[in-house]
């Protein structure tokens, strides 16, 4: 229509350009990791934590939010779940952008050849993040975003190349097929 036009020379004038993704790198030490155990969802005692455990613990090391319970702090009084271990240093690389699945899958790829070296962790995440207020979630559904616009999923993946795959929408919103 007569918008068109309008639009194009909007855009020319305003000189749209591609912008790139941000990355920035952090090295966390001496951080509580949950133990895991692949073929073991549910986790048991004294032996390795459930994918619902560790998806708190993620969310609380992502947020940047400590992991040692004092009673005095008033942010949160969360501690790692049992059993943990304790890593020496622990990598977490954060990019932020539109990111194409063909993108994740090439990342999914370069985080396997981190086994290789067998001084490296048992296991490793990626989480894709939807924005929080986006239009458009999974399936044919409108993403609701109501009270928190959850929209995300992270892998686990191990060293024995099984993996998990969780899966976090609003209440609102479809599921995942």
Not at 59 to 78: C, E, I, M, P, R
Request: aromatic share 10%; with cysteine; hydrophobic share 35%.
């Amino acid at each position: 229509g007569a918008e068109g036009p309008t639009l194009m020379s909007y855009f020319s004038k305003n000189q749209i350009r591609a912008l790139k993704p941000k990355i920035t790198f952090s090295t966390l030490r001496d951080l509580q990791c949950p133990v895991l155990q692949s073929n073991d969802l549910q986790g048991k005692p004294e032996e390795s934590c459930s994918t619902e455990e560790l998806l708190e613990w993620l969310g609380a090391v992502l947020n940047q939010v400590s992991l040692d319970n004092k009673s005095s702090s008033f942010l949160s009084t969360y501690c790692c779940p049992e059993p943990n271990t304790v890593v020496e240093k622990a990598f977490l690389c954060t990019i932020t952008g539109f990111i194409i699945p063909e993108k994740i899958i090439q990342l999914l790829e370069q985080l396997c050849c981190y086994f290789g070296d067998p001084k490296l962790a048992p296991w490793l995440t990626l989480t894709v993040h939807g924005f929080a207020d986006s239009p458009v979630s999974w399936r044919e559904s409108e993403h609701g975003f109501h009270k928190g616009g959850e929209n995300l999923y992270n892998f686990v993946i191990f060293r024995n190349l099984d993996y998990w795959l969780q899966m976090a929408v609003g209440a609102h919103d479809d599921c995942p097929p």
